[in-house]
């Protein structure tokens, strides 16, 4: 390549590894401030790129997805393999750590059958040799063929090496290819033959996929190989398909074991193999107490929970001090700077000063003053718990509790950060690995009473109706949250659902990392929520200027009035609501201060219970739906507010509908009786409905599960016994055959 | 032939729930489905893999064990699923 070619030459690079291996850590280092993060279009998985500039080269780099296998069992592993495949960025870089070396090669090899240039960053090298380890590097790259680089990410050591080593191989014109692995005997041997039969019948028409990845992949049955191939051959593929069967029903049958399981068995040897040549022993690895001593007792069946409860109330309490105070102060300093504003806007009915103060400087203090402060805390504490290692031990102690509610262990992390601020719980919902388990545990984690409904709750139904209204009031949102998540359950596929997770060692947090990652988080909420609730908020002050605000609650009294029994003033603060929860209850108390009754007075007990009620579920505050809608997409966030809407009312409605049939019957009864009885009579109605779900959509899948999961597998194996067509028919290799489906 | 004596085998099979902690014993079958089969074995645990129960959580809740110098934490349900042998 001539040096003047490569004055300032594109050069795209995608990190791949495990996850919690620091390849976000390394894409930090490198890309600094600008990287654009976003979405996988139309998945709930971040998508970060970005770019950095090094000795005349632009290296656009692209931060994978952490995955543990190029199989297709979560959607990251299809949304990298793609990417590798069709994108072909010219490099890879495998990060991988060195303490878990096997592990990290598993993955290494299955990137190795690809075929492309790559480059393998062995990361943590500090901490392997803390452990008085040492890697034979020049071994791992004869065996592998590939050029390594020790990097210690988070110290920034050996990162920009990394590009310099791309650098070396662009300029010396080698660009070297990562070498296929050469399996045992009997696997590579099938291989070959399959690649061949690939080469020589023309199967395998672009070069997209590697001529042993595809053979490796199509052996085991890969869904997604296997639909590639047919639409690239005009479904004609059927001979190749069933020769690929026979072939694997022989190995299955000789070992013993489903093909997936043979093959990667066989990775394993061949990973066992490279870890025993290249790790070197050079001390007896000292043992790390202190670190061993919190590895123990942060699991332990009575300490770990003290732990996990300790953690979490302080952090809760820390977060909600400090929001409230910030939040006071910032509401404290709109209060003072209302007159001044007043001044020289040009007085209270001027529509410039209602326009300009009260819309978009309101709504800028509502978002700046009322979510921020919390927001902002919590991305730091979740960053640092994730950094440290201990939130995937929560997950382990909660894990069965959490079945219980009908969700997946990990969901105790958005759950719990969901009592403080619901706009991070819905970012930390993340974590989980299905695209299934992260959208039930955004509802589920979107239901928690965060700390504003905690204010309403607090200066309503505790304040005027004590303690015992307030815990019935928190029983009938929690057997809610409760049936949502059963309900759930019967959608979901139950060994999905089961954990399955890493609990790698502790680390000592790195301070400048977290600050960068909490950065980047805020300022991704500031660009996305802020200008709405600015926009809603001057939407609002219009409303009031047109007088709408009548007509809004005319327009809602149907509802309101006659379905939920409010008062009909109430409707226009519940879509107060939408920019801030609390504001529900703020105006709402300034309506009735203004009207000069008492709000005891205004609303009777089971009024406040009905609207704190459906305060609680009705729809997530805008902060929230705008997350929501990033991390799981607009449709996904439109049906949400729809269903949170209905069931609201609905929830909302029964409980007051059961509670004046209760009180026609006894009247003579107190008013804490009756609502007792109210939510006994509600839990058994929400039992009787989720019972009645169940049912009906069991029967309804019945047929069809069994045709998909169990049956399909029979038919598979012995071909299609309901047509004649022997081996020839559609339904081995598109799963419908017309003869089979009318049998049904 | 092969499926005979493999039932034959499996009497000496013990899901991994009922092994004491920090005893070694080897994967001798997954019982699981496809999906899962293949996660466990992308987080290392195959037929043949030595693996040692370290914890289990309270109330039939998931165990910690050690797999290829890593641990992980797996679910009740899917642990019933992992036999093993001393």
Known sequence: ?744 | MVQSKNNLEKFSEIPIINIPFNTNVSVVHIRAGFKATQRLSGMGITPGTQIKILSQAPFRGPIQIMVRGTRLAIGYGLAMKIFVKQ
């Open chain 1, 1 to 744: 390549m001539s040096e003047s070619k490569s004055e300032d030459k594109v050069i795209h690079i995608a990190l791949a590894g495990n996850p919690n291996v620091g390849k976000s850590v390394i894409f930090n280092q490198l890309t600094g401030m600008s990287q654009i993060v976003g979405n996988w279009p139309g998945k709930t998985v971040k998508k970060a790129e970005g770019k950095c500039k090094f000795k005349n080269y632009i290296f656009k780099i692209i931060d994978l997805p952490g995955i543990y296998s190029l199989s297709t069992y979560s959607i990251e592993e299809i949304i990298s393999r793609e990417y590798l495949v069709e994108e072909k960025p010219d490099y890879i870089i495998n990060v991988i750590d060195c303490n878990q070396l096997e592990r990290n090669l598993f993955f290494t090899t299955q990137l190795q059958m690809l075929n492309r240039p790559m480059i393998l960053a062995l990361n943590q090298y500090d901490v392997l040799l803390r452990r008085g380890f040492d890697i034979n590097e020049a071994k791992i790259e004869e065996m592998l063929g590939i050029k390594t680089q020790k990097v210690v990410a988070v110290h920034n050591r050996g990162v920009h090496e990394l590009l310099e080593k791309i650098i070396e191989m662009e300029e010396s014109g080698k660009i070297q290819n990562s070498k296929p692995i050469i399996f045992g005997k009997e696997i590579e041997n099938e291989i070959q033959r399959l690649g061949s039969e690939l080469k020589s019948n023309e199967i395998l028409q672009d070069d997209s996929y590697s001529l042993q990845f595809t053979a490796f992949k199509i052996l085991e049955d890969d869904e997604h190989i296997k639909k590639h191939l047919i639409e690239k051959n005009d479904n004609q593929l059927d001979h190749f398909l069933y020769y690929v069967e026979e072939k694997r029903k022989n190995l299955e049958d000789f070992h013993g074991e489903t093909i997936s399981t043979i093959l990667n068995s066989e990775i394993y040897n061949i990973v066992n193999h490279i870890y025993e040549e290249s790790i070197i022993i050079k001390k007896s690895s000292r043992s790390f107490k202190v670190r061993n001593f919190f590895d123990h007792i942060t699991v332990h069946s009575i300490y770990g929970y003290l732990i996990l409860a300790v953690v979490l109330l302080g952090t809760y309490l820390l977060i909600f001090n400090f929001g409230n105070m910030i939040s006071g102060s910032m509401d404290k300093l709109y209060e003072n700077l209302t007159p001044n504003a007043e001044h020289t806007l040009g007085g209270v009915d001027n529509w410039i000063y209602i326009l300009v103060w009260n819309g978009f400087v309101g709504g800028l203090f509502a978002g700046v003053g009322g979510v921020l402060p919390f927001v902002i805390p919590f991305y730091f504490f979740i960053e640092i718990l994730q950094d440290i290692g201990y939130l995937p031990r929560a997950a382990y102690l909660m894990d069965r509790f959490m079945h219980r509610i009908g969700v997946h262990g990990k969901t105790i992390i958005p759950i719990l950060l969901g009592f403080g601020c619901t706009v991070p719980a819905v970012s930390a919902c993340a974590i989980m690995e299905t695209e299934n388990q992260r959208k039930s545990s955004i509802i589920i984690s979107s239901m928690i009473p965060c700390s504003a409904i905690t204010t309403i709750v607090m200066g309503l139904v505790f304040k005027f109706r004590g303690p015992w209204v307030t815990l019935g009031l928190y029983l009938i949102l929690l057997s809610v949250i409760i049936a949502i998540g059963k309900i759930l359950t019967i959608f979901s596929d139950v060994e999905e659902s089961e954990l399955i997770i890493e609990l790698h060692d502790f680390r000592v947090p790195n301070f400048k990392v977290i600050m960068k990652q909490t950065w980047h988080r805020s300022k991704e909420f500031v660009y996305l929520a802020l200008p709405l609730i600015i926009i809603l908020g001057i939407l609002m002050q219009i409303f009031v200027e047109f007088n709408l605000l009548d007509w809004i609650n005319v327009l809602l009294s149907p509802v309101t009035e006659y379905f939920l029994g409010l008062p009909l003033e109430i409707g226009v603060y519940l879509i107060y609501g939408v920019l801030r929860k609390e504001l529900n209850l703020v105006l709402l108390e300034l309506y009735v201060d203004s009207q000069g009754i008492l709000m005891d007075e205004f609303l009777s007990p089971i009024q406040m219970i009905v609207f704190t009620l459906i305060t609680l579920l009705y729809i997530p505050c805008l902060a929230t739906f705008v997350v929501i809608r990033k991390e799981a997409g607009r449709k996904f966030a439109r049906h949400l507010l729809f269903f949170r809407l209905l069931g609201a009312t609905l929830i909302a409605g029964v409980v007051y509908w059961i509670f004046q049939f209760v009180s026609n019957i006894k009247p003579d009864w107190t008013f804490g009786y009756q609502i007792a009885i109210t939510i006994l009579i509600f839990f058994l109605f929400l039992y009787i409905v989720v019972f009645l779900i169940g049912k009906f959509i069991k029967h309804r899948d019945k047929g069809k599960r069994r045709r998909s999961h169990g049956f399909k597998e029979f038919a598979e194996i012995k071909s299609c016994n309901n047509c004649s067509k022997f081996n020839k028919c559609d339904y081995k290799t598109n799963s419908s055959c017309n003869e089979f489906e009318s049998l049904e």
